[in-house]
């Protein structure tokens, strides 16, 4: 029997539950271990997979599923709300599946669990928000005039904007065939030493309040929940490796933590 209607609006509130309490049960979890890619990449969490394609192909399920989604015809994909914030988060999915895997240098290997955790996490919220909006996100209309599409869409454009920006500037730290780890300068890392990460955030709490769904309020604190927890380690990380390191640097929300 397939689940539909006010069932399936059920469950994927009981979904967005589970994420924001996902997202808490890893800050918790993190506070004890680091989480296990990227320089603290290790083979205790399984064979290690090669960057590009792991992220690739990790991320792709949030690309693909609300794209297959609404194509096959929710009820509100039609609607110009539903569309651009649709667009809005298959943008985000098409830049960190296709194109920053392409540009990833010398990047540290991925291990499987890892791999495997990420790719879950892509499926479950690919659904969640591709379904919530082609088929049960229905706005009044003048909503893409309303003060919290506007404000909400700007902060998703401004987030993505610096989550590029960052990511470029940790990119372009290493010269080719390098694999070691220097103070990123410039930017939002001014202010903060996860500033892709809270480039990421920001980007979701705005598609968040363009929104205004549960599954996108659940996505925005679950984000803020992981990347919080990573910026911390790597602030921590940063501290210890270097003595140098600038020391009115936020963690990761600017001027406040
Ligand atoms: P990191 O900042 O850990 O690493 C990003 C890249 O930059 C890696 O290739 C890394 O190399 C390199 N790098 C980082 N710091 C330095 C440095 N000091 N010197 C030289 N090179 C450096 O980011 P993540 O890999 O955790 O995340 C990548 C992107 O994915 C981010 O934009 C993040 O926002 C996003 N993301 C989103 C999540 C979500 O829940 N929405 C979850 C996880 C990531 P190396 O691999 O060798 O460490």
Redesign the pocket.
Known sequence: RRVSGPEEQRLMELLSYGLVAM?AGSAVLLRFIR?P?????SRRFGWLLP?RPA?ALQELPSLLVPIGLAACGGAVTADWPNRILLGCFVVHYVQ?ALI?PLL?????PTPFFTFVL?LL?CVYNGYLQGRSLSNYAKYPSGWLKDPRFITGFIGWLIGMAV??H??HI??N??KPG???????RGGMFEYVS?A??F???LE?FGFALACCTIESLA?AL??LF??GS?AKQ?HQW?LEKFEDYPKNRKIVIPFVY
């Open positions: 997202g989480m890619y990227g320089r603290y990449s960057a992220w960190r920053f990833i240098r010398e990047g540290k990420a996490f989550n590029i960052s990511d940790l990119r730290l290493r390098e694999t070691g780890y220097k103070i990123p996860g892709n990460f480039g990421e955030i979701w996505f679950c984000t992981i990347l990573r790597h940063y």
